[in-house]
C-alpha cells in the first residue's frame, strides 16, 4: 500500500488475555519503529528493527511485551496478560534507512487498544 | 542520552495570530530535530526538519523552526493561525550517532478561535 498500515485500528480485550497488533510498513522500508502514545504522555518508544533485527528493544516496558518482524517487511506487537494500564494508542512507524538520521518516519494511524 | 521538553501542554490563539509552540532539547552530541503534526484521528507527519547547515528552516503550511544551539532551542511559529492548524504538536530529537531513534516531547496541542 502506499503508507503505513496498521491493524486492528481498535481492540477492545479483558484484563489478562493477550493480543496481537500489526503493522504493515511501507513497501522497501527497512527501519520499523513501534511508539506507544497514552494521554498526556506522548510517544513513548519501544522497540525499533532495522531488517527482522531488533538492535533497539530497550522501551519494552516489561516482559509481557514481545515483537518480532518477518521477511523484513510486516511485524507484530504482542502484550501478553494485558493490564489495564496497557490502554493506550500503539503507532508503528517506517524509514527507507535505518536510525532516524534522514528524519521522516512515516507513521500509520495507530491501534487503540482499551483493556476492561 | 536525549530528551525534549515542549512548554505547555494545551496553546490557544485566536485565527490571524502568531503560533509560537516552544521546545528545547537535551542532547549529548549534536542534534537533529523534528517537529511532527498529528491531526485528530490521523497518524503523524512531519513539518519540518533540522539536521545540519542554515538554523532557520522552514516546512510545510507555513511554519518554520529556528535552531538555537546556544538556548538549545527548536521553537516552531506560523505568522497567521488558521483554524486548519488545530492539531497537536510533537518536537523530537535525534542523533547522527549510529543509529539513532527519535524521542518525542509529550506534545502541544493548538487551539484555534475564530
Known amino acids: 500500500g502506499a503508507g503505513v498500515s496498521q491493524s486492528p485500528s481498535n481492540k477492545v480485550t479483558e484484563k489478562g488475555k493477550d493480543v496481537e497488533l500489526r503493522c504493515d510498513p511501507i513497501s522497501g522500508h527497512t527501519a520499523l519503529y513501534w511508539y506507544r502514545q497514552s494521554l498526556g504522555q506522548g510517544l513513548e518508544f519501544l522497540i525499533y528493527?532495522?531488517?527482522?533485527?531488533?538492535?533497539?528493544k530497550s522501551g519494552l516496558p516489561s516482559d509481557r511485551f514481545s515483537a518480532e518482524r518477518t521477511g523484513g517487511s510486516v511485524s507484530t506487537l504482542t502484550i501478553q496478560r494485558t493490564q489495564q494500564e496497557d490502554s493506550a494508542v500503539y503507532l508503528c512507524?517506517?524509514?527507507?534507512?535505518?536510525?532516524?538520521?534522514?528524519?521522516?518516519?512515516?507513521f500509520g494511524e495507530g491501534s487503540r487498544l482499551t483493556v476492561l | 542520552a536525549q530528551s525534549v521538553t515542549q512548554l505547555g501542554s494545551h496553546v490557544s490563539v485566536s485565527e490571524g495570530a502568531l503560533v509560537l509552540l516552544r521546545c528545547n532539547y537535551s542532547?549529548?552530541?549534536?542534534?537533529?530535530l523534528f517537529w511532527y503534526v498529528q491531526y485528530p484521528n490521523q497518524g503523524l507527519q512531519l513539518l519540518l526538519k533540522?539536521?545540519?547547515?542554515?538554523?532557520l528552516v522552514k516546512g510545510i503550511n507555513g511554519f518554520e523552526a529556528e535552531f538555537k544551539k546556544s538556548e538549545t532551542s527548536f521553537h516552531l511559529t506560523k505568522p497567521s493561525a488558521h483554524m486548519s492548524d488545530a492539531a497537536e504538536y510533537f518536537c523530537?530529537?535525534?542523533?547522527?550517532?549510529?543509529?539513532?531513534?527519535?524521542?518525542f516531547g509529550k506534545g502541544t496541542m493548538l487551539l484555534v478561535s475564530p
Open positions: 533540522y539536521t545540519t547547515g542554515a538554523t
Open positions: 523530537a530529537v535525534s542523533s547522527n550517532s549510529g543509529y539513532s531513534t527519535l524521542t
Open positions: 542532547s549529548s552530541v549534536p542534534p537533529y
Open positions: 528493527f532495522q531488517g527482522n533485527s531488533a538492535p533497539d
Open positions: 512507524a517506517s524509514s527507507f534507512t535505518g536510525g532516524a538520521t534522514t528524519g521522516e518516519l512515516f
